[in-house]
């Protein structure tokens, strides 16, 4: 009888101590869970911190950016603007004059018309500075003056088509858009050696896809965005980061000796 009491002695001594085992185990398990949740909640509250602190500099940067080009454009219509005006008085004087000759006239009328070319060509180019120019035309046609802009130069063979209804978005988004396409544009200029430039906008139910192709040079795409922050590589990434910024995507398709494609695809909010 004695032996059968020590049995069940022991019997429950193993059970209390397989329970007391299991519960702390369970306590174990409990403790890394919560640590678990706590360390990803800290890391989720860290990532979200560092994202909004890169949101508001890229909008600190774009505001920036947009105060800067507005004061260019007004230097440029103040001064530029003003001196070609004079310029272009002073010829009338001299081609009204009794004692300038025919052939003389003929010559100050063509300088007057280039001088009147490039007045227009420097108001354009204040507005198109300006971020109250797209607030006023809206971004497709912003887009559609710069790009006759460049067409008046006759250097280039540009395509631009438009597919689908015009979707508005706000404001800001908006000239963040124009920003990254006059940044596109400037490097095809400048970098391409391209003879030949398209430039598409599809609106669908999404948003807008946009797409610029040049038949230039292009380049190496990692190369470039390696550079940091070198000129090419700071403009590329500005991109990039920017568009990100209102919910969007920039691709790049390029290779050394094959042109350059740039995708911009812009979500409907």
């Known amino acids: 009888m004695q032996t059968l009491d020590t049995a069940s002695q022991i019997v429950w001594v193993i059970l209390l101590g397989t329970l007391l085992f299991m519960l702390l185990g369970v306590i174990i398990f409990l403790f890394i869970l919560i640590f678990k949740q706590r360390q990803r909640r ?18 600190s940067q774009i505001e920036v950016q947009n105060a800067t080009l507005a004061d260019v454009g007004r230097n440029l219509h103040d001064n530029i603007g003003q001196l070609l005006g004079v310029m272009r008085i002073s010829l009338n004087m001299v081609e009204d004059d009794e004692n300038t000759s025919p052939e003389s006239k003929a010559s100050i009328a063509n300088v007057s018309e280039i001088i009147e070319l490039a007045i227009d060509e420097v108001r354009t180019l204040t507005k198109s500075l300006d971020s109250s120019f797209v607030e006023d035309f809206g971004l497709l046609e912003s887009v559609q003056l710069e790009v006759e802009r460049l067409r008046k130069s006759r250097k280039y063979v540009i395509h631009f088509e438009v597919h689908g209804d015009a979707v508005k978005f706000q404001f800001d988004r908006e000239i963040v858009i124009f920003r990254a396409f006059q940044e596109i544009l400037n490097n095809t200029i400048k970098h391409s050696g391209a003879k030949n430039i398209s430039f598409e906008f599809r609106y669908d139910n999404d948003g807008l896809l ?60």
Do not use: W
């Open 210 to 269: 946009f797409t610029a192709t040049d038949d230039g040079k292009g380049f190496n795409y990692d190369e470039v965005m390696q550079r940091g922050l070198t000129h090419s590589g700071a403009g590329l990434r500005n991109i990039v980061e920017r568009i990100k910024l209102i919910g969007g995507s920039c691709e790049f398709k390029t290779f050394p000796g094959q042109g350059t494609s740039v995708v911009l695809r812009i979500l409907k909010t």
């Open 42 to 59: 800290n890391l989720e509250e860290k990532a979200q911190l560092t994202a909004r602190y890169i949101q508001e500099s890229l909008k």
